[in-house]
């Protein structure tokens, strides 16, 4: 069960709290505030399952859509990535910026985010721990997919570092975590 609010930080001066789950007819909305350091944000990723939208609370962030030109938001500046589109965004600021936003519908984004998060303080760098990384980039692949990572890695050597960290018993801390969306 989710916890609000929760607050998450990884290594690389990223931090997100988890404000509330609003209930709607077409699915819960997560609502989350973020702070980015200056040159931090989330590599190229995609949501396959849930649109995200940002608006800059303070200091300015860039973003991109896979394939297309960088671009500016300022304080004011809202950007919706509808599920299903890779994209990035990072504070291209020189001091901490500020975001507010939501994702929807939720789905297992709280469960991801938190654990990723760990796993990267845990590896002290941008990729996260390599059993942990495995684990969640394999079970959630239907939801998730971090696209700088080469596609090598993501079809063969994750689902095979996952099956050896299951045979090693890597994965006990992950016994309550929520079933992947078909």
Same mark, same amino acid.
């Given at each position: 069960?989710?916890? @609000?609010?929760?607050?998450? &930080?990884?290594?690389?001066?990223?931090?997100?709290?988890?404000?509330?789950? /609003?209930?709607?007819?077409?699915?819960?909305? =997560?609502? =989350?505030?973020?702070? /980015?350091?200056?040159?931090?944000?989330?590599?190229?990723?995609?949501?396959?399952?849930?649109? &995200?939208?940002?608006?800059?609370?303070?200091?300015? /962030?860039?973003?991109?859509?896979?394939?297309?030109?960088?671009?500016?938001?300022?304080?004011?500046?809202?950007?919706? @990535?509808?599920?299903?589109? !890779?994209?990035?965004?990072?504070?291209?600021?020189?001091?901490?910026?500020?975001? &507010?936003?939501?994702?929807?519908?939720?789905?297992?984004?709280?469960?991801? =985010?938190?654990?990723?998060? &760990?796993?990267?303080?845990?590896?002290?760098?941008?990729?996260?721990?390599? @059993?942990?990384?495995?684990?969640?980039?394999?079970?959630?692949?239907?939801?998730?997919?971090?696209?700088?990572?080469?596609?090598?890695?993501?079809?063969?050597?994750?689902?095979?570092?996952?099956?050896?960290?299951? =045979?090693?018993?890597?994965?006990?801390?992950?016994?309550?975590? !929520?079933?992947?969306?078909?």
């Amino acid at each position: 069960m989710n916890q @609000f609010p929760e607050t998450i &930080e990884n290594c690389l001066g990223e931090k997100i709290v988890f404000k509330e789950l /609003v209930r709607e007819p077409d699915g819960d909305k =997560l609502i =989350l505030h973020g702070w /980015v350091q200056p040159k931090s944000g989330p590599p190229m990723h995609v949501h396959f399952k849930q649109d &995200e939208c940002i608006t800059v609370k303070k200091g300015q /962030v860039s973003y991109q859509v896979l394939g297309g030109p960088e671009q500016l938001a300022r304080e004011g500046d809202s950007v919706l @990535f509808t599920r299903g589109t !890779p994209h990035r965004f990072w504070n291209s600021g020189t001091d901490e910026a500020q975001v &507010e936003g939501w994702a929807k519908p939720a789905n297992n984004l709280q469960f991801f =985010l938190s654990a990723i998060y &760990e796993a990267q303080s845990r590896s002290g760098k941008g990729q996260p721990e390599q @059993f942990d990384g495995a684990y969640l980039l394999t079970r959630y692949k239907s939801e998730y997919a971090m696209l700088e990572i080469p596609g090598f890695v993501r079809k063969v050597i994750f689902p095979l570092t996952y099956v050896i960290g299951r =045979l090693l018993g890597k994965y006990n801390k992950f016994k309550d975590a !929520p079933a992947p969306l078909k």
